[in-house]
């Protein structure tokens, strides 16, 4: 059935003739060594070879015409020979070489490390299923990145949180003694896009994934996913020590605390000899942490990681908080970590949301990338969306990480990328991370939606090279998953490539952020102001009233804009170089502020809101005319979405208009629709 399952390894026959070019450049595969990792790196080739086109290969034993050659100087005699220059190319990079072997034409994948091999496998795979030529190849490539990982918001009875595609993939009840052959898929899917390290278990933790019960699920899974070079991570809850132990504290500096995280790293590591580490989210959203206790972020992640340390594991400790302390939310990150750089273990890396406050359509960069030059910063996405219409909205977003790795720091002078702080070029931490929280669940498509799975794809990509262009992730992902026809790539990708802009105008243009409705975050909530946090509430972030509308982040308001860098904060800070992608993200306007546009704030508000829809309604449109080109069924699925989407951008549209229009008591300029 074609409901998706595959994802982007799809392996459908190759057109006729496109098939018979690749066939005398894949006659046979030649794999010197057997290891788990270089087996499934086989496996995989033929599987895929064997679909596009229509012959799996046969293994050699010595170089024909035609033979793929995999291995690492290691493990094949053959390779070694060749002395091909993989040293620069790490432990995890590999090389695609089309040359002369024995007097034979042979493809080579080799690599460092056997995982490598499988990554330079994918490669050309990719190659083949996007059309590309392989008969003279000259490939090399590495991850600029360490950990390249996947958070699970699983809660262990299968509620994924922010999920919208199902139950957990991690079906515990059946773990350890059924290896679900879905959890292979799963690794295969990782593997192919570079994702080396999965967290098993939500964030707001529940200790009992660190007990001998689970930690012997936790095994089964491990190995399953080792061979495809994945680790397993776990969110380890603060105080698990008193949860599990009933130690009277979890203070880190408690020697009794100190030596139970020994004990209890020792202990995981004897089920999973690899073992990633863990992932804490502390003192944030109520979830206990070393301040309960008098003491501070590395304090605790110290404690924690120099438990790891002799196995080789990492702490990731996240840097999303905030409490009602009267500060602006936005500063509040900032706030507590900034003064602890330089104080963290090098095993410790703080994980970092894109934006300041949490994983709305468009943010400003979070000011923390480049704030602590001492410190291993990585980076946290949000691949499922939840502030962006769930699954139901096609929503690529490639374009927003883009957007966010591209943004310039400005700490070390021009070109300070996000980019190269998570990459590690700016400050060379000791680890660099990008995480992005999953989007899949047991649906039978995996992420909720045939358009979702773009992104998780683009999170591997863009995890493996921040740099990475959006619109080539998206044209890779779409050959792929649709196919290479012109004429359904063109449009595909045109529709993937606008439609974040569409969602940001119908949900919070010109910098508005946090309106939606309250919990879920389904739908709009501009209105709500009754919610026992301040920081909680739609209004405190617009900041709306009869004489205008947006939050003052100047030296005016909060001050939050000080804690860039002085280009940024200028930049930001001034009216008139603010732009008007941000513009309600760091300035309160009268809704008589004229934009560059030429319009006032309040009709350039209304006609986003309605341009948004028209986006949706094209994007309809440019679906609609691909009928018959793609299978019906996947077609289906997305044309119901699409119809969803724009019932729902039309009540986004009308409900934020007509509430706006209360405070504002404007007209709607001419020709614009009134709210239904
Ligand atoms: C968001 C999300 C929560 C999640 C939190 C986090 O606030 O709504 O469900 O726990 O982020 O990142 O920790």
Redesign the pocket.
Known sequence: AEDGYELWLRYHAAEPAAAAGYRPAATAILQQGDSPTLDVARAELERGIGGLLGRTPPRATAPINGAIVIGTPASSPLIARLNLPLQPLGREGYLVRSMALDGRRVTVIAGNSDVGVLYGAFRLLRLIQTGQPIERLNLADSPHVELRMLDH?DNLDRHV??GYAGLSLWDWQTLPRFADPRYTDYARANASIGINGVVLNN??SNADILTPHFLEKVRALADIFRPYGIRVYLSARFNAPMELAHLPTADPLDPRVRQWWREKADEIYRYVPDFGGFLV?AN??GTPGPQDFHRTHADGANMMAQALAPHGGVVIW?A?VYSDTGEDRFAQAYSEFHPLDGRFRDNVIVQV?NGPI??QPREPFSPLFGAMPRTAIGMEFQVTK?YLGFNTHLVYLGTMWEEAMRADTRVRGEGSTVARVVDGSLFRPRHTLVAGVANTGNDRNWSGSQFDQANWYALGRFAWNPDVSARDVAEEWTRMTWGNDPAIVTPIVAMMMGSHQAVVDYMTPLGLHHLMATGH?YGPGPWVNDLERRDWNPTYFHNGDRQGIGFDRTARGSNALAQYAPEVAARFGNLSTVGDDYLLWFHHVPWTYRLDTGRTVWDELVLRYTRGVDEVRAMRRTWAGLSGRIDPQRHAQVAAFLAIQEDEAQWWRDACIAYFQSLSGLPLPAGVAPPA
Request: charge should be positive.
């Open positions: 918001w949180v922010r964030v707001n989210k944030s959203e996240r999303f949301k949490d994983f939840e975050h």
